[in-house]
């Protein structure tokens, strides 16, 4: 549940951080207030769809073919100018 904005143009459920509707691309930026229409809800693009279980991801595991990481050497201070 959550507060959308719903795009003017094709009254998509957008959420509050997009710039632009995820369904049609106009611009969500300075919309007038009178065009600024909130929903609450479930509603959106997210939630119109049901999610799907993902499998299980498997470890990599290490490969013995790739070369080992060399370390980084530690930075020197730098002078101060004086």
């Known amino acids: 549940m959550g507060l959308w904005l719903?795009?003017?143009?094709c009254q998509t459920d957008n959420p509050l951080y997009a710039q632009v509707c995820c369904q049609c691309g106009?611009?969500?930026?300075?919309?007038?207030l009178k065009q600024r229409v909130y929903v609450v809800?479930?509603?959106g693009p997210a939630a119109?769809?049901?999610a799907a279980p993902r499998p299980a991801a498997k470890p990599a595991?290490?490969?013995s073919e790739?070369?080992?990481k060399a370390e980084k050497k530690?930075?020197?201070?730098?002078k101060k100018k004086g």
């Open 6 to 9: 719903k795009c003017p143009g």
């Open 26 to 32: 106009q611009s969500l930026e300075n919309l007038p």
């Open 41 to 43: 809800g479930p509603g």
């Open 48 to 50: 119109s769809k049901p």
């Open 61 to 63: 595991a290490p490969s």
């Open 66 to 68: 790739a070369p080992p």
């Open 74 to 78: 530690p930075k020197r201070p730098r």
